[in-house]
Structure formats: structure tokens, C-alpha cells
């Protein structure tokens, strides 16, 4: 193969690919694929039966579906009649944690709601699922107080409620299942930032944070299951036993307010 085909046509370095910890380098000697590892950030956290030592910058933390079709009063869950308590419970608790996450330098992603608006992708039982009824609002649909169609990508009921903000170096990712690793690029996005280490909030905790967190246990992240972040309009013991089966077979529970309280500690340092 000739060189001249390979080789920088500057001697000013350069570099390809998704993060600096994940890129090739070329520089007028050549082109390196030799990727630079950063140094570790350990954070201790106190989980409900043990103590865990997180990386930070392998670490994520992805919240599940807090959107307006789910938790404004005016969105597509509401007016079908489910209640926003439980789906607005997890706000003022991601709303204290999420500038003590973010000023540590650790990474947000945002996984909501967001189908094709001709519905293409959805198979009978999610369509029946979402519409019971020949005159039910099902998934694509407008409901009587229109804000658009229901969790169409670009919709308003898509979009990430106006209570909890958001940063430019936040990830968004849309997904058309309870699973967020579903058909889309969660999986190649994660594994190119080189994570490993996945939190998990949002709603609901019996439905897609659960369905999600086990398809990251079973690809082979490393999870945790902040309670105290989630919540779901399912009875109680619904979410014992999700609590239960993420400690038995899938990773770790533990609660957000511990996570503050070490992002609080290591701040002090």
C-alpha cells in the first residue's frame, strides 16, 4: 500500500472519533490508533446493601421519560387520567441532584418517548397498548387538549419537561419501547464514550427503567437503581419487587440523596 495514502497531508496534529478518550491521532509522523485512557475519579456510595466505588468518568446517569406527554398536567398520560403525582415525584429530587452531578463533570442523558410519526415501528400490542379503545388516544394521536401528537419525536409531548433543565453537553436519545436498547443507538453511543457504569431515574420504575436496566445488565453495564429518583403510578409492591430482582440478579439499589451526599463530600475535598 502506498504511505502518501495514509499519511497527514499537515504536520498539525489531529485527531478522529466520538471522545478524546476514544480517537485515533495523526500527526505528521503517522496516525496513531493507540487511545489515552483518562484517569480514574472513584466515588464511594453508599447502596442498600453494600458500599459501591464508582468511576465517574465511565459513569452515567440516564433518566427515563420525564416528558411532557408523561408528567405535565396537560399531556397525553394526564388526560387519559393517570395521576402526576407519581410521575412528577422524582422532580425536586433530580432537580438537587442533577447540578451536583453535573459540576463533578459527570455525564447526563436524557431517554424519552420519541416515535416515528407514522408509527411504522410499532407492533399491534404497542398500538393496543396505548389505545385500548376504538375512541382512546393511542401512541401518534392528539388528545382533546392538543399539544401535538403524542410522543412523536420533535412534539411537545416528547420534549423533556420545562422543571428540570437541561445542558448543551447533555446526550439525548430517543427510544420506541419500554426498553431504551431497543432497536436505536443507546448501546454504540454508551460503548463508544467508553462507559461502563449506568444510573438509573425516571419513571416508570416497573415499566421503562426496569425494562431498560435489565437490558443493560444483560449487555453487561454495570447498574444502579436510584429509588428515590423513580416512581410509578403501579401499586407499592410493584416497585419492592423491582427493587428486590435488581439486587438479586441485575446490579444495585441504592437512593439519590446518598449520591449527593458523596458528590457533596468529594466537592469538600
Known sequence: MNK?????????????GPTRCNAWRVNASGISLVR?????????????????????????????DMQ????HPQGWFAQKGVSMRATRRPIPVLRKLLPAWRQVGAQVLW??????????????????KGKRTADGVGYGERSPIDHGCSVVQGEWGAQIIPELATEPTDIHVNKHRLSGFWDNELDSLLRAKGIT??????????????STL?????????CILLKDACSTPSPAYVSRAIHYLVEQCHGFVATAAALQQSLASRHQE
Open 197 to 210: 457504569t449506568l444510573l438509573f431515574a425516571g419513571i416508570n420504575t416497573d415499566r421503562c427503567v426496569f
Open 111 to 128: 431517554l424519552n418517548w420519541g416515535i416515528r410519526d407514522d408509527l411504522l415501528n410499532l407492533p399491534a400490542t404497542v398500538h393496543y
Open 4 to 16: 502518501r495514502s495514509v499519511s497527514p497531508k499537515s504536520s498539525a496534529p489531529a485527531t478522529f
Open 68 to 71: 411532557n406527554d408523561f408528567c
Open 36 to 64: 489515552q485512557s483518562q484517569p480514574a475519579q472513584p466515588l464511594q456510595i453508599e447502596a442498600d446493601t453494600c458500599t459501591l466505588e464508582l468511576d465517574l468518568t465511565r459513569s452515567l446517569l440516564i433518566i427515563v
Open 214 to 222: 435489565q437490558d443493560a445488565a444483560f449487555l453487561g453495564y454495570d
